[in-house]
């Protein structure tokens, strides 16, 4: 529930002004606040509406801003003369009427906007319990109020957007060197499709069964559930996982049950520009999904590290390198591997290692390095193959020469034993 507080004096004093600020508000949460968060306008009355949101969390996120974009309307115009919002939250179950909404919850959030102070909003443990502090938004304990109709005391929070580090402070913040860091992943509890939100818990067995699969992965940091679970439904906010989380990669999917039957879609996202490095769908069961070894998760996370593997030798290709001069002898160097000449082929390996002695980070030198020597193991070989092939030739015409050998041998043999020269013994 929201409404304009003091709403009475201030129409008294400028009645048209505020008209016109009310009616800017009003065409802003219409058409900006609630397409962005999930909203909808179920009623309003006079200066005040009840709105209608499907997750707690967009709902927290719209109240910091409703409250932020009524105080933009009041720049410029004296204190006596601001519009404040006041307003109440709280989660429940309702019943949709035609032209209202009806239920504790409604009676309570309207409770919780009655004691709230101008440009406050107060809202109850169950709305409380379903954000995350310091992400969705930072709460203040209010203690224990007393709600009119209402026999038990309610638990009252006040709400306020979450607090950004200033960027001088950030900036003194003590920071990892990335480059001694493996890539970071954060696996996100799947999404269920529309309608079947009551599975929720599906989509956390599929990011536990995942994050347990590609954990094993040494070249990966896999970033605990304790923690990709406060991003239940909030697959869309990767400006925040990379903020909150620090993470590289974002894996997140959404799931569709039939049965037994499991239809996964699944997305890998670089998690600082939102560009989709990997996609793809796969099919199986629910007992395929809690038996510990579903070989379709085995094979999409396989399929996962090759896609990242290949991204990074691309990356590594196009990685500039320190110096015009160092670039200029590395393809000096390229030119040279590929020659036909035994001299520059040599030549080749000492510029790539004086190369790698300037710059021992880049992996461009270290990459043509390890080609160079795969051609050499060719070459050896097919030296090696030659010499095989000759030695076999050679040991062939041994073959012919001894056979040429052995009538002469005997010959001798018996021209030795009568006394005779063998030439003598030989048929004409």
Known sequence: MVDVADSVRLMHQDAAGYVSRWSQFVDVLRHEVLPRHGGRIVKMQGDGFLLDFE???????????????????????????????????????????????????????????????????LVSTAFRDDLVPGLDADVEDLGPLYLKGMEAPVRA?????????????????????????????????FDMSHGQADLALLGDAVADELIQVLSRNASLTVISRLSTSAFRNRTHELALVQQHLAADLVLKGRLHLHGDHLRLLVELVDAADATVIWTQSADTSTQGLFSGHDPVLQNLATQMMETLALRQVDKSRRMPMATLQSYCLLMAAVKLLHGSSRTDFERARLMLDHLISRD???????????????????????????????????????????????????????????????????AP
């Open 55 to 121: 997750q707690t969390p967009p709902a927290a996120a719209a109240a910091v801003e409703l409250h932020d974009r009524i105080q933009a309307l009041n720049i410029g115009r004296p204190e006596n003369q601001h519009l404040r919002l006041r307003a109440g939250a709280e989660v429940g179950d309702v019943v949709i009427h035609e032209l209202d909404d009806l239920g504790d919850a409604v009676n309570v959030a309207a409770r919780l906007m009655q004691q709230a102070n101008p440009g406050q909003t």
């Open 157 to 189: 929070y006040a709400l306020h957007g979450t607090r950004a580090v200033p960027q001088d402070q950030a900036a003194a913040l003590p920071r990892v060197k990335l480059a001694q860091m493996t890539a970071r992943l954060a696996v996100l509890p």
């Open 360 to 426: 021992r980070r880049h992996p461009a030198p270290h990459t043509w390095l390890a080609k160079w020597h795969v051609i050499r193991v060719q070459q050896e070989v097919a030296l090696a193959a030659r010499w095989v092939v000759l030695a076999a030739h050679w040991a062939a015409l041994a073959v012919h020469w001894a056979a040429l050998a052995v009538p002469w041998v005997a010959l001798e043999a018996l021209a030795a034993r009568h006394g005779t020269p063998a030439w003598m013994l030989r």
